[in-house]
T-cell receptor
């Protein structure tokens, strides 16, 4: 069974640029959630995708957008990067067949300068 | 507002001690509660999942209890080891989408 994977591991961008982060869900999981974790804080929910549709969104502006593909992998896109977007971005997958227990990937560390 | 609080924020103990980490949540109508472990700069490892209808779950030296009516959960770690050093996060969900996290308890176990 393959776990949740994320790419890239680290990324450095300049304010105003755009970034795309990628996530492959655990085998058999059809739901993907994205979280932002600032240093010293708990993760904050960005949004969730289920069967390629957005299925819930946290308090993040529209410049945070996402996609889910037919194989259940997902992308997180952030436009017009700001310094405060520097954080660890975590992807989690889950399945109704597994009681919606969320399994997290290793994260992508984004630094905006 | 749905919030999760974890106490203490940090804990430093000698090896072998039994530990209790606390988590409280403001809205008791939870769907489930998860405890996670996070090593510095890494992702989250799921430790235990407790459904709203359950009172506790156990895995090895870990035991998590849930008291929905009082909005509390505790994570009990028996016979702590230096390898248990990490940040422990509690998270609740109210449906099948988002998890709401506490800010974590940073645990250090020294030999």
């Amino acid at each position: 069974e393959t776990g949740v994977t994320q790419s890239p591991t680290h990324l450095i961008k300049t304010r105003g640029q755009q970034v795309t982060l990628r996530c492959s869900s655990q085998s058999g999981h059809n739901t993907v959630s994205w979280y932002q974790q600032a240093l010293g804080q708990g993760p904050q929910f960005i949004f969730q995708y289920y069967r390629e549709e957005e299925n819930g969104r946290g308090n993040f502006p529209p410049r945070f957008s996402g996609l889910q593909f037919p194989n259940y992998s997902s992308e997180l896109n952030v436009n017009a990067l700001e310094l405060d977007d520097s954080a660890l971005y975590l992807c989690a997958s889950s399945s109704p067949l597994a009681e919606y227990e969320q399994y997290f990937g290793p994260g992508t560390r984004l630094t905006v300068t | 507002k749905q919030e999760v609080t974890q106490i203490p924020a940090a804990l430093s103990v000698p090896e072998g001690e039994n530990l209790v980490l606390n988590c409280s949540f403001t809205d008791s109508a939870i769907y489930n509660l998860q405890w996670f472990r996070q090593d510095p700069g890494k992702g989250l490892t799921s430790l235990l999942l407790i459904q709203s209808s359950q009172r506790e779950q156990t895995s090895g030296r870990l035991n998590a209890s849930l008291d929905k009516s009082s909005g509390r959960s505790t994570l009990y770690i028996a016979a702590s080891q230096p390898g248990d050093s990490a940040t422990y996060l509690c998270a609740v969900s109210y449906n099948t989408d988002k998890l709401i996290f506490g800010t974590g308890t940073r645990l250090q176990v020294f030999p």
